[in-house]
């Protein structure tokens, strides 16, 4: 059992940072696959980022150069730092777990936080 607490949403302007965190609990998350998805209203919830234990990391076409995951594996913690929002950025973010490959796929991941709010104004 794992659980994420996300935290660092807020209402920014297009064009500033934002660094989410997702603190882990139960199990140590260093060999696990780490991802954050998003969701908008009346959407489907999207893939954002992924990084695998080895270090390899996936990006969706419209955050790369933007967004990056990094993890503190002494906090047990990972942190989606975002750079240069948009208003089309804004959604509810969540971050995810799973012991196995990298996926894309939200139905993959075990674990799920609770979500995050992140508005964008123009």
């Known amino acids: 059992q794992v659980q994420l607490v996300e935290s660092g949403g807020g209402l920014v302007q297009a064009g500033d940072s934002l660094r989410l965190s997702c603190a882990a609990s139960?199990?140590?998350?260093?060999?696990?696959?780490m991802a954050w998805f998003r969701q908008a209203p009346g959407k489907e919830r999207e893939f954002v980022i992924i990084?695998?234990?080895?270090?390899?990391?996936f990006y969706t076409d419209s955050v790369k150069g933007r967004f990056t995951l990094s993890r503190d594996n002494t906090k047990n913690t990972v942190y989606l730092q975002m750079n240069s929002l948009k208003p089309e950025d804004t959604a509810v973010y969540f971050c995810?777990?799973?012991?196995?490959?990298?996926?894309?796929?939200?139905?993959?991941?075990?674990?799920w936080g609770q979500g995050t709010q992140v508005t964008v104004s123009s």
């Open positions: 990084s695998g234990s080895g270090g390899v990391t």
């Open positions: 139960g199990r140590t998350i260093s060999t696990y696959t």
């Open positions: 995810a777990a799973r012991y196995g490959v990298t996926s894309k796929a939200t139905e993959d991941y075990a674990y």
